[in-house]
């Protein structure tokens, strides 16, 4: 009998054992998976806020869902599920709006100032225009745009721009481009390699020529 007690308590020790090394093991696991820094300082859900620069309001955003990295080394914000921003006129009373966007995701770096739209881009300045594109660079210190793929830009007189590449330097108020583009304006149609021309598409330069068209041609172009 007291064999059988003997060889019960033994087993009991054993049990108790085993489960303390299952749950040392689960903690490390649980540790070791666990990375603060890789974590958002903030998730914020269905936002419309103002953005401030300097105690100026700069930015007026609207978006479903807003991930903050602050802790990391490059602090940057994420919005996956879209993004609609607008730039406000500080100078006007009622924050006239002098560019939106929109996209279908977008990332900001807040160190280098860089904003990265992508996915159906949809620009409007207040010229008039529209830029779409699938995708966008913008370079908020330097104010400049760095349009990729499918990009298409529309004046307020209906000329239109299509080509893969374009530049929009908003200081100097001009696009610029080295890449193919077809262009319709002034009742033709210009193809060629390398472009430029003010913001409003009034003033222009294709530098190499390699087709002129009327303006009613309906071919796709080669971008």
Excluded at 132 to 160: F, H, R
Excluded at 195 to 201: A, C, L
Aim: glycine residues 4%; hydrophobic residues 35%.
């Amino acid at each position: 009998m007291k064999q059988s007690r003997y060889y019960f308590i033994i087993a009991i020790l054993i049990v108790i054992l085993i489960a303390s090394g299952c749950k040392d093991e689960v903690s490390q696991d649980a540790s070791r998976r666990f990375n603060a820094s890789k974590m958002p300082t903030m998730v914020s859900h269905n936002v419309q806020t103002l953005l401030s620069d300097s105690g100026r309001s700069r930015y007026r955003i609207t978006t479903k869902t807003w991930l903050a990295f602050e802790n990391q080394e490059n602090p940057h914000w994420i919005f996956p599920d879209g993004l609609i921003a607008e730039e406000l006129d500080n100078n006007s009373p009622e924050f006239k709006v002098k560019m939106s966007m929109k996209c279908d995701s977008a990332h900001y770096d807040r160190n280098t100032r860089m904003l990265n739209l992508a996915g159906n881009v949809t620009i409007h300045d207040n010229t008039g225009g529209e830029i779409t594109c699938d995708s966008a660079y913008y370079d908020e210190e330097k104010m400049l745009w760095s349009l990729n793929s499918m990009v298409t830009i529309t004046n307020v007189n209906g000329g239109k721009i299509e080509t893969n590449q374009m530049y929009w330097d908003r200081t100097a108020n001009k696009y610029y481009s080295d890449s193919f583009i077809r262009m319709q304006q002034d009742g033709k149609v210009l193809e060629g390699h390398g472009y430029e021309s003010n913001d409003r598409i009034t003033n222009y330069r294709v530098r190499r020529v390699q087709a002129m068209l009327p303006a009613n041609d309906t071919r796709m172009p080669t971008l």
